[in-house]
């Protein structure tokens, strides 16, 4: 069996590579705009035929969420997603041993999948907005969050046939100063499948697996056409070169000092403001493989030289929302920062007070929302200041739910100031201050004085219960006698 299998496989393998590497050469004008997806089901689970695109047609977005319905009406309601930064179908022609050097394959356990499973899907030309909007239509259809996973805490979840779930596993894409990074790293990758394709065999749960990435691979393309042409050593040269440019950039941008304080995010509904933001800093932070990747959004938010995107941003007289637009955070080529702010009468405190209801992060169609009403609030005439705002060090965010996105990411404010009502030209009204009058250090001063006022006092206490002799002992005089009796 295993014998007869490995030559199918091998032919398999081989075609599914020159027929990417052709629709490569119909398609090498559009080739940057593309990435491939590939779709499969565990050994014995079998999907509707579904007919792959003819020759030089891209998978929009609408086709692709119809090949996925098809997919997950009939098939595994547990999708496991792995979705890589950047790939091109260069990647299977260079790296895939095409023509019958297996060997030099880095994709031994995809063609493995490939090859147990009885209905698999290849699209060979998705474009990559549609590819980055997977995640949210697999959310829609399976009426569940993501969950962000690695193969070692996979093998700690239990999952079950009948719930749904979405796993998702990122997978890097880089390529280095040789060509050999990028097999390696491909290479890896395809390990990291292997691995986590064996956790969910272990666990006897039927399955419906996707591979895709976020953007294609632009760097491969182009290397892949201009090495042809024996221009290797002046490419990897000139590519490095627009490395160090791009970092020297980045370490002066970060390092830039600032002549003055910078002013404030300012949201306009026409001619007047009514939204204004301002932070020290804003970063945020994802979980991954175990460890926090930071990105710092202060640079590309406020000075000078930053010109935030603001579209999406609303406001009136009781609602606000400011959507603050970025690229290319975390690997997401889109990236939403909100806060939603709303503002209503308390008959109690017999005034209006504004709160920030959520703070909400989108990217790549999933939505992680935090709640902040319970700790941000202010008078609706004031603006509301905060020294830090965080979700994880005394936290003033909280997720909004136990299975929201929103689990597997820090958000830190620091020095924060907004206001969302009744703003007056371009300047905060009076804050109010997250800090009450009794600060950790004023508690810790108090308590160091009641201290030291008790012992003073059981010093002066013990002073006064001293009590002196009443006879005194004369030299020249006979012995005072103290009889036992007293």
């Given at each position: 069996m295993a014998t007869a299998g490995t030559p199918q496989l091998r032919r398999i393998s081989a075609c599914l590579a020159v027929f990417l590497g052709l629709l490569n050469i119909l398609n090498t004008g559009n080739c940057d705009e593309q990435v491939p997806l590939i779709m499969w089901t565990?050994?014995?689970?079998?999907?509707?035929?579904?007919?792959?695109?003819?020759?030089?047609?891209?998978?929009?977005?609408?086709?692709?969420?119809?090949?996925?319905?098809?997919?997950?009406?009939?098939?595994?309601?547990?999708?496991?997603?792995?979705?890589?930064?950047?790939?091109?179908?260069?990647?299977?022609?260079?790296?895939?041993?095409?023509?019958?050097?297996?060997?030099?394959?880095?994709f031994p356990n995809l063609e493995g999948a490939l090859m147990s499973s009885s209905s698999p899907l290849v699209l060979p030309a998705v474009s990559w907005p549609a590819s980055n909007a997977v995640i949210g239509q697999?959310?829609?259809?399976?009426?569940?969050?993501?969950?962000?996973?690695?193969?070692?805490?996979?093998?700690?979840?239990?999952?079950?046939?009948?719930?749904?779930?979405?796993?998702?596993?990122?997978?890097?894409?880089?390529?280095g100063a040789d060509l050999l990074s990028a097999k390696d790293i491909l290479s890896g990758n395809d390990e990291m499948i292997g691995q986590v394709l064996s956790t969910m065999k272990t666990q006897s749960v039927p399955y419906t697996a996707i591979y895709t990435a976020l953007q294609p691979s632009r760097e491969a393309a182009s290397l892949s056409i201009e090495s042809g042409v024996g221009g290797g050593r002046s490419l990897l040269q000139a590519r490095g070169g627009y490395r160090e440019r791009e970092r020297e950039r980045e370490r002066q941008r970060k390092i830039k000092e600032k002549a003055g304080i910078y002013g404030p995010v300012e949201f306009k509904e026409g001619e007047e403001t009514c939204i204004l933001l301002w932070a020290e800093g804003l970063s945020v932070s994802?979980?991954?493989?175990?460890?926090?990747?930071?990105?710092?959004?202060?640079?590309?938010?406020?000075?000078?030289?930053?010109?935030?995107?603001?579209?999406?941003?609303?406001?009136?007289?009781?609602?606000?929302?400011?959507?603050?637009?970025?690229?290319?955070?975390?690997?997401?080529?889109?990236?939403?920062?909100?806060?939603?702010?709303s503002q209503r009468h308390y008959k109690v405190s017999a005034r209006r007070w504004f709160t920030l209801d959520a703070v909400e992060l989108e990217y790549d169609g999933t939505k992680a929302?935090?709640?902040?009403?319970?700790?941000?609030?202010?008078?609706?005439?004031?603006?509301?200041?905060?020294?830090?705002?965080?979700?994880?060090?005394?936290?003033?965010l909280v997720p909004h739910s136990s299975k929201d996105p929103a689990n597997q990411w820090r958000v830190s404010f620091e020095d924060f100031q907004i206001q969302g009502f009744n703003v007056t030209g371009s300047d905060f009204s009076y804050a109010s201050d997250c800090a009450g009058f009794f600060s950790p250090g004023i508690w810790m001063g108090l308590m160091t004085s009641l201290l030291m006022v008790l012992v003073l006092t059981y010093g002066l206490h013990m002073i006064m219960q001293l009590r002196t002799m009443d006879r005194f002992d004369d030299p020249k005089g006979p012995a005072i006698s103290v009889p036992q009796t007293e």
């Open positions: 565990s050994e014995g689970i079998s999907l509707p035929s579904q007919s792959p695109p003819t020759a030089g047609h891209i998978v929009g977005q609408q086709q692709l969420a119809s090949y996925l319905e098809k997919a997950l009406n009939v098939g595994p309601k547990n999708v496991v997603l792995f979705l890589q930064d950047k790939m091109s179908i260069e990647d299977f022609t260079m790296y895939g041993g095409a023509f019958g050097n297996k060997q030099d394959s880095v697999l959310q829609d259809q399976l009426e569940t969050s993501p969950l962000y996973m690695d193969p070692e805490t996979l093998s700690q979840l239990r999952l079950n046939a009948s719930s749904p779930a979405l796993l998702v596993f990122r997978l890097p894409y880089g390529i994802i979980l991954r493989s175990g460890r926090w990747e930071d990105h710092d959004l202060t640079p590309s938010t406020f000075g000078e030289g930053a010109s935030p995107k603001l579209h999406g941003s609303t406001c009136d007289k009781t609602k606000a929302r400011l959507v603050l637009n970025y690229e290319n955070v975390l690997g997401h080529l889109s990236f939403k920062l909100i806060f939603a702010m929302t935090f709640n902040g009403s319970r700790h941000v609030y202010a008078p609706a005439e004031y603006s509301y200041r905060c020294g830090s705002v965080t979700n994880f060090r005394w936290p003033v």
